[in-house]
């Protein structure tokens, strides 16, 4: 919720007279919640209770990192359960889908395996907090029942992608990748040569702004799940 992008986007958002809503997943930031309990089920229920909270037309979701993960997944809820309306359009930064398997599990050395599945849970440093990333067997074997990148991905909705090409957690290929199974919906990817995995620079928080523009006017009514 206190990101400099969340931060920022909140302020753009009452710039252009637009209702916005932030919040932590649990496990994060000033939600409640041991990370260790955490899974990508839990985390999609809380996304899907707070978009449905708000009854007052569309919404445009967006997601960075692992939150553009699970705004997918929730598109994905929506589009199965009859409720594809309440979505206006998603915006994914550095969307890390599949986060679990294709960048975690894939990607770990066979130390890291065998934690996983003896111990429960491996530790490694986090390279955005003072507290080390958890990466549990419950995660992980949680995470493969909502895998993505199988098969064609649908939104409903308009889908805009911002992904650095210097991101070393989540590799602009990936976004390739992703872009490659959006099918039947309209969907951008804008690649910044020089971005990381943040994108929280002015010039890339610009890119973010104009994306909103482009989806949104700035009339009452209108809610921005972050």
Known sequence: MESTKASALDAEAERLGLALLRFDYSGHGRSEGRLEDATISRWLEETLALVRAETVGPQVVLGSSMGGYLALLAAR???QSGEAE???GLI?????VDFTEALIWERAPEEARRAIMEDGAW???SAYSDEPDVFTRALIEDGRTHLLLGGMIRT???????QGMRDEDVPYRHALALM????GDPATLTLVKDGDHRLSR?????????AVGRM???????????
């Open 86 to 88: 309440r979505l206006a």
């Open 92 to 96: 994914l930064i550095a969307p890390a």
């Open 156 to 162: 409903s909705c308009p889908t805009v992608v911002l």
């Open 202 to 210: 002015p010039q890339d928080l610009r890119l973010l702004f104009d």
């Open 180 to 183: 490659e199974r959006l099918g």
């Open 77 to 79: 809820a929506l589009i």
């Open 123 to 125: 530790r490694r440093p």
């Open 216 to 226: 949104v006017s700035p009339e009452p009514g209108w809610r921005l799940p972050v």
